[in-house]
């Protein structure tokens, strides 16, 4: 029988460390948003369309995280040290791969990306110049998910903590300098970030270095590594497809709504997004010691990891909502300054709380199928999870509501219809016992 003083001790070791890396990635992002944004809503309505683009390349490769992490905490568990650092390092190599690939094509097709959202015209030639120049830092964005899914793996979630703070830190204060500083606008946001997320990678080299030698891993590729690291990964490519087509979606409905309302969204989808990376943290907790359990060979460890940080995470998205209800009425004057700009938005943040505890549910159960490596369901739901969601956001661009009704209504169908589905299709499987057994 599991202890569960000591395994509420394993999962805040685990995931205390992880909310703070976590969430200095969101803290920077509205940092990001609040500075671009003041400097106009043109401005931010661009950043909201390149920041989508973004994030759907960056996000469809998120599974050199998520299969490298289970890979990983797997081999730990069985006491194999030098494998677990190994398969590690495939993973990096893998990323490097595609990220080098996919920086040199989102560069070259950037224009063309931006343009398939129907921009007004004075909001194209920001988004462009903010895709561009992010595109230089794509491959580092993927060694460092990399290199975070193999620490976590090890059951490390302090050593990322440590590079992700000053690694944002840096960025907040080189952003400011570059955007205000020397006036390069939205392009210096994007120019502040590439440095700091190669500065990061630089730290990560070093560390994973050390690591190699301590347990005689290979730095060299394997072949076998990589293709293993890509078999795993597909499904969990396929699983992010949908998420990426689910968000994609959301902002061509809202660029179809109005400048505005497309600008208001950037600001609730920064905040979904801050909460879902502090939510996200039992989330890591959970695939890192689920992966640890299984290795060792023990489903009812695996069975109480799971009910505790379900438990832990619904009563966070209650907290969670509870702060963004609390703060929903200044919340825009932080990201714009304009009054009028804070009451546009007020209401559908105020759904987007109501919405915070099935959210959470869904990231903790999302945590524990992926340390389980039932990436094959998470990709197969992920498809069913759309079929209610797309007819609702056509609806809602066939109706057109505009101002703050049309934007509320967007986050109701995002948190009410979205999120909903992925928290049945998540809870059913998590009730049956055929992902234990998933190898």
């Known amino acids: 029988m599991t202890d569960r003083r000591a395994l509420d001790r394993d999962i805040l070791r685990l995931a205390v460390p992880a909310l703070g890396s976590l969430i200095a990635e969101p803290i920077f992002l509205a940092v990001d948003a609040a500075m671009v944004g003041h400097l106009g809503v043109a401005e931010l309505a661009g950043l909201g369309i390149a920041s989508a683009v973004l994030t ?25 040290l030098r494998g677990a650092v190994s398969v590690g390092i495939d993973g990096l190599w893998l990323a490097l791969a595609i990220g080098a690939v996919l920086g040199v094509a989102g560069f070259l097709a950037a224009p063309a990306l ?26 580092a964005m993927l060694l460092v998910f990399a290199a975070t899914g193999l620490l976590r793996g090890l059951q490390d979630t302090v050593t990322p903590l440590r590079v992700a703070v000053v690694g944002f830190t840096a960025n907040a204060l080189l952003n400011a300098l570059f955007i205000y500083g020397f006036g390069w606008g939205v392009a210096g946001s994007a120019a502040g970030t590439v440095v700091v997320q190669w500065g990061m990678v630089a ?7 050390r690591l190699a030698r301590r347990h005689g891993a290979p730095l060299r590729p394997h072949r076998a590594g990589l293709r293993g690291s890509a078999r795993s990964g597909g499904w969990m490519f396929l699983r992010t497809a949908s998420l990426r087509l689910a968000t994609l979606a959301t902002v061509w409905v809202a660029t179809g709504l109005g400048t505005r309302e497309l600008a208001g969204w950037q600001v609730v989808f920064t905040i ?15 695939q890192a010691l689920v992966g640890k359990a299984l290795g060792e060979g023990d489903p009812d460890a695996v069975r109480a990891v799971t009910g505790r940080t379900m438990r832990w995470g619904v009563w966070s998205g209650v907290v969670a909502g509870a702060a963004i209800a609390a703060l929903s009425g200044v919340i825009g004057l932080l990201f714009t300054g304009d009054r009028a700009m804070a009451d546009f938005v007020q209401p559908a943040l105020l759904v987007l709380a109501v919405s915070q505890p099935i ?9 524990v199928l992926m340390g389980a490596d039932d990436a094959r369901y998470l990709a197969l739901a992920g498809g069913l ?8 956001l056509f609806a809602l661009a066939w109706l057109s509501p505009s101002g703050p ?35």
Do not use: C, E, K
């Open 56 to 80: 759907t390349v960056v996000g469809l490769m998120v599974f050199l995280a998520y299969s490298t992490t289970p890979a990983v905490a797997r081999r730990f568990g069985a006491g194999d």
């Open 114 to 139: 931006v343009a398939a959202f129907a921009p007004t015209a004075d909001v194209a030639p920001h988004a462009q110049a903010y895709l561009a120049v992010s595109m230089v830092g794509l491959p």
């Open 203 to 209: 730290a990560y080299a070093l560390l994973i270095g």
């Open 272 to 286: 979904f997004t801050t909460a879902a990376f502090a939510l996200d943290a039992l989330a890591i907790a959970a």
């Open 359 to 367: 959210a959470a549910f869904v990231f903790v159960l999302d945590g």
């Open 385 to 392: 999870n759309l079929l209610p969601y797309l007819p609702a």
């Open 405 to 439: 009704s049309g934007l509320t209504w967007l986050a109701a169908a995002f948190g009410g219809v979205f999120m909903v589905a992925r928290g049945i299709t998540l809870g059913l499987r998590v009730r049956g016992r055929a992902w234990l057994g998933t190898a």
